[in-house]
């Protein structure tokens, strides 16, 4: 059968967290005739800071964006000279492994500000233009044509005063030698008043829908790469069951992932009693509980949900089910 642990069948998958990794290799792979360095970089500890400064979220981001560079140029091998350590600093480290010191401390302060109420030395932070500087020099003196940025979490979890901070710091690292991409949520994010998203950024669906070509296929991939040879195998025998799991996730990696977690083996019996469980109880429950959760909008969660028991469930079982679009 398969085996029940996600450390020994698959990684934790986190929806667009999945579909944002796979941008990104896609990324690398259509630029590989290009020499680029690309960084990870975290804020998933923006709940924590809490300070007097009126840019906090501005400062931590752009500490922690440069902690990770740093990191990266040093792991990968890149040469970071003596002009480059200066631009990076506005303290008096010299090195690269000096100014990635003062700039975990920084980040650590930061992210410990929640404990109470703290004034940050951020004085050793370089004025923006000068990190940019500092990157076009990193890329001419190593032959890099530029440096990618993935901030890795959906900008619509920071507050809205955070969001506008990050996508002035997203706004203020355009350059040729720079490319940042983050994962946003359209129609609930808060760009602020200084980012046009028609003009300063391109956008790029990361979603799938069932009905695109690649659908079916896009999703065995993102499956393989987080399974193990007995549950490859099962997918491939048994393509069809597998499908249709990947149908009813709707598109869904997080709900694809746990379907084939909670399955003894891939048969038909099993797949039907779990899309029955996992979707008919499980979903549809935390569904409903979702009006109680946000109050103000509970009159819509109410009514999509009795749409789809009234009128779109009970219409699948006639010959000719009514189109209702």
């Known amino acids: 059968g398969i085996q029940k642990s996600p450390s020994e069948v698959m990684r934790r998958c986190c929806g667009k967290h999945d579909f944002f990794y796979v941008e990104a290799t896609t990324c690398l792979t259509s630029t590989e005739s290009e020499s680029c360095v690309t960084v990870f970089v975290p804020f998933n500890m923006s709940s924590l800071i809490s300070t007097e400064d009126r840019l906090q979220f501005y400062h931590w981001m752009l500490a922690k964006t440069l902690k990770y560079l ?3 140029l040093r792991k990968k091998g890149v040469i970071v000279s003596g002009l480059i350590a200066n631009l990076l600093s506005n303290d008096e480290n010299e090195t690269e492994k000096e100014i990635q010191i003062s700039l975990k ?10 404990k109470g109420k703290s004034e ?3 004085s050793a932070l370089p ?5 940019k500087e500092a990157i076009q020099v990193i890329c001419d003196e190593n032959s890099l044509d530029r440096i990618v940025f993935f901030f890795d979490e959906a900008a619509h979890v920071f507050r809205p005063e955070q969001q506008r901070q990050f996508f002035n710091l997203f706004k203020d690292l355009r350059s040729p030698y720079i490319t ?11 760009f602020g008043d200084s980012f046009e998203p028609i003009h300063d950024c391109t956008y790029k669906r990361l ?3 069932i009905s695109d070509p690649d659908y079916l296929q896009y999703f065995k991939d ?6 193990d040879e007995k549950l490859r195998s099962d997918m491939d025998r048994q393509r069809e069951l597998f499908n249709t799991l990947t149908l009813s996730s709707g598109g869904n990696p997080r709900m694809l992932l746990r379907t084939l977690q909670n399955l003894p083996k891939l048969n038909t019996s ?3 009693s779990e899309i029955k469980s996992f979707y008919r109880n499980q979903i549809w429950g935390e569904h409903t509980e979702l009006g109680e959760k946000y109050k103000g909008h509970r009159g819509v969660i109410d009514w999509g949900r009795d749409f789809l028991e009234r009128s779109v469930i009970p219409n699948l079982d006639k010959p000719e089910p009514k189109r209702f679009c």
């Open 70 to 72: 740093l990191h990266k």
């Open 105 to 114: 401390e920084i980040v650590k302060l930061f992210e410990a500000s929640y």
């Open 120 to 122: 940050i030395n951020i």
């Open 127 to 131: 004025d923006i233009e000068d990190v």
């Open 180 to 190: 940042c991409n983050a994962a946003i949520y359209p129609g609930v994010t808060h």
């Open 207 to 209: 979603e799938r829908n």
């Open 222 to 227: 993102i499956v393989f790469k987080q399974s």
């Open 270 to 272: 099993n797949i039907n």
